[in-house]
Structures are given as C-alpha cells and as structure tokens.
C-alpha cells in the first residue's frame, strides 16, 4: 500500500518562529488533506489540497501532485498551534492513510 | 464543530464485554470512516463504508465489526475487549469518495 512520511517527527519552536512540515507519499493520490490534532485530542480540518497552494491566516500549504510531497508552513507561531499536524492521503477506491504526523511544541 | 457527532465520547468498561460506538455522519455525506488511536499512536484505519456498502477494510481486528445503516449513520462493534483495545475512536465522513473528510470528537475507549 500507499507509504506517508512526515518530517520533521518532532519540532519545537519559541513562539514567533516559523516552521515547515514536510509530507512524502510513494504513490499518486486522489486526496491529501492537512489535520491539527489539539492537546484534546481534537482533529480539526488545516486544508484539503490534493494539488496547488492554499493560504489561511497563518497557515499555508502546497502540494506538489507529480513530486509527490506536500508542505505545510505555519508563520508567526503561537502557543496554541502546539499540537500533532498530520498529512492523510486517499486513493481511488482505498482508504484515508495517514502519516505518523509531526509533533510541534511552541514555547512562550 | 465539524458536524460529524460520535457517541458515547467515553467508555469505561471490563475485558471480555462487548460495546458499540455510534457515528452520525455530516448531513448529506454518505462515506463513512472509522480509525483507531492508540495512547501517543497515529491513526489506524479501520474501515470504511460508501452508502451503505463496506470500501475498504484495514487491519480490522475480527472481534471488530461495522455497519452502515440506509440513515447512513455507522456503528462499530468491539467484543471480547481486551486491555489492548483502549484507545481512541474516530470516526470521519466525506460527502463522496476522495472528498474532504471531517472527523467527530472520538470515543475514548477504556477497557479495565
């Protein structure tokens, strides 16, 4: 089956910095979406982005379909984006897989 | 709120029972999906369901089983639980295949 990687596994960040989450994927897809897991363990919807570049707020994200990768750039971090980012993947007729997600600690 | 409402969000019981977690998908959506997440884990494909027929099985356990119903609401049935099956379930929907997907608040799984 599909393999999703995400780098870096953990990242921690003073407040204010900037940062890049990386997701390799070994196959093409049909699907690629961005999910923050909160320390409750809540998965809230980042971005839904199979190919192209979108922006919200602080966040932004670019998936490069034929390279096979996607990016998520958070700027200016706060203390509340601290969390899991995970990158999941779908493909005709298979199931959402998931990367095993990158855990972002952001210090006051 | 994503609109994808799961019951119970927690769940204590014994080894050896059996439960039933419940998932009401987004109004109109009609994929289903179920995920398990152990302490400090990723997220584990279960199963998904596509208007009423099972898409795609992952490493479902067979004590495990799934449904969805012509309301298009979906149950998974957990028997003979084991310690092991503690965890955090998830349950998404999608409005059809390859779409995006929004994910209920999970049930918080305890077996004592």
């Known amino acids: 089956g599909i393999q999703v990687e995400q780098s870096p596994p953990d990242l921690i960040l003073q407040e204010g910095a900037n940062s890049t989450l990386r997701c390799n994927f070994s196959?093409?897809?049909?699907?690629l979406q961005w999910f923050h897991q909160n320390p409750w363990g809540q998965l809230i919807n980042l971005f839904y982005i199979p190919s192209g570049t979108k922006q919200n707020g602080r966040l932004s994200a670019t998936t490069v379909a034929t390279e096979r990768y996607s990016l998520l750039y958070i700027s200016s971090s706060q203390t509340t984006d601290s969390g899991v980012y995970f990158c999941?993947?779908?493909?005709?007729?298979?199931?959402?897989?998931f990367g095993a997600g990158t855990r972002l600690t952001v210090k006051p | 709120d994503s609109g994808v409402t799961q019951t119970p969000k927690h769940l204590i019981t014994a080894t050896g029972q059996r439960v039933t977690l419940r998932c009401s998908p987004r109004?109109?959506?009609?994929?289903v999906y179920w995920y398990q997440q152990s302490l400090d884990q990723g997220l584990q494909f279960l199963i998904q369901?596509?208007?009423?027929?099972?898409?795609a099985k992952g490493n479902i356990l067979e004590r495990f089983s799934a449904q969805q119903f012509p309301d298009l609401h979906s149950e998974l049935n957990l028997s003979s639980l084991e310690l092991g099956d503690s965890a955090l379930y998830f349950c998404?929907?999608?409005?059809?295949?390859?779409?995006?997907?929004?994910f209920g608040q999970g049930t918080r799984l305890t077996v004592v």
């Open positions: 196959d093409s897809v049909n699907n």
């Open positions: 109004s109109g959506d009609l994929s």
């Open positions: 369901y596509y208007n009423g027929e099972e898409r």
């Open positions: 998404a929907s999608s409005a059809l295949m390859n779409t995006e997907a929004f």
């Open positions: 999941a993947v779908e493909q005709s007729n298979n199931d959402m897989r």
